[in-house]
């Protein structure tokens, strides 16, 4: 298995190299887009635009470590299609960041926004890091020195980046400043995510939890199956994940397995939601948690429950373990969770998938919501900003679900046929400048 140097072959994901064909994030993407845009009978012209990233930077990020020596990581940020609006996407620290990952990441963004109908374009960033082994003296000067590099093009008009895996309303707060410090003036709408006291929407933190729970409401209401009782696994416990949790197990629906990179815990009378919330508050890991049977996180994917909840990183469901899913409800709460290969086995067996770029588009939503309320200088309150989010996500599952049954295809290749149309359209319209 290759490795980027100094890298602890621990922190690296195991099955990384595996399947790379299967898992090359970018291959997957693309095998989907070329999938729905021969449905959509899409003109070559289009075809051959909408296949490439407008802009990749590749930067070095030099810092200071606490200890005086000098660190040299890489960072990335894609800006993969702007016709709609502004970029938008997220910045993630991550050991596992490569260029293939942040393209494709970028590409779902542009999806994304064009599936609930945001008029934004996609992007995304990385930097090639493992944030566990760094000081907050380290992340900050790591995350200012990216923010400066990438600085042109930044901008509440052309590029506004967002929280991602392993950043934070703390990390956004950096950039905006940082930003704010060269422009001179201070400027909210750079960054979305932020802490609320310093121009963050309400409800932001909660929105792509909240916006999972609100799909699965709607999937099993389109399955006729009852809300009430319903049996959830949820993989990852971080920001999407205890947020989905919570708010489903509010819904009446019961949660039997939560999982963090630990492990996972199981109860298939229903988890003590409250009480591994609160374990887990206090920075513990759920391999500690005493009132539950422990599982591996490869056991959660497959025990026996209505809906699953991916809510951690890319291909957890492969061809590998698809066949023995046995929930009738896949929520992607992350982004690619689901490989191609797998999704052909998942829909043979009538597994229902509510697709990534559907299903998580609550986040962004909600950053929509953050960067208007910063342009305007005015501020929503909470039950607004979740009424909105509500209606936004009910519609774009309504939209997608039509789509699907209008081509007989799944929930998948019906977003991507939405998205490609919406961005579609626009090309048509603003024309090519040759
Ligand atoms: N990182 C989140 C996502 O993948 C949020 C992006 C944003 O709010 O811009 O959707």
Redesign the pocket.
Known sequence: MTSPTNVPQNLIRPDKDMFLGEENPFESMMSRFDFAAQKLSLDPGLYKVLRSPEKQIIVSVPFLRDSGEVEVYTGYRVLYNTSRGPA???I?FDLNVTLDEVKA?AA??TW?CAVVNIP?GGA?GGVVCDPSQLSNAELERITRRYTATIIEVLGPDSD?????VNTNERVMAWIMDTYSMHKRHTVTAVV??KPVSMGGSLGRREA?GRGCMIVTREALKRLRLPIQGTRVAVQGFGNVGSVAAQLMEQQGMKIVAVSDKSGAVYNPDGLKLRDVMQHSRQHRLLSEYRDAEHITNAELLTIDCDVLVPAALENVITSQNAARIKARIICEGA?GPTTAGADRILEENGVFVIPDILA??G??T??YFEWVQNRAGYFWDEPTVNQRLERIMVESFAEVAGMSGRFGLNMRIGAYMQAIERVAAVHRLRGMYA
């Open positions: 938008k996407g997220g993630r990441l779902w963004m994304k934004f995304k506004v980046p967002a929280p991602d979305t995510g792509t982004n998580n588009a986040g962004v909600v950053s």
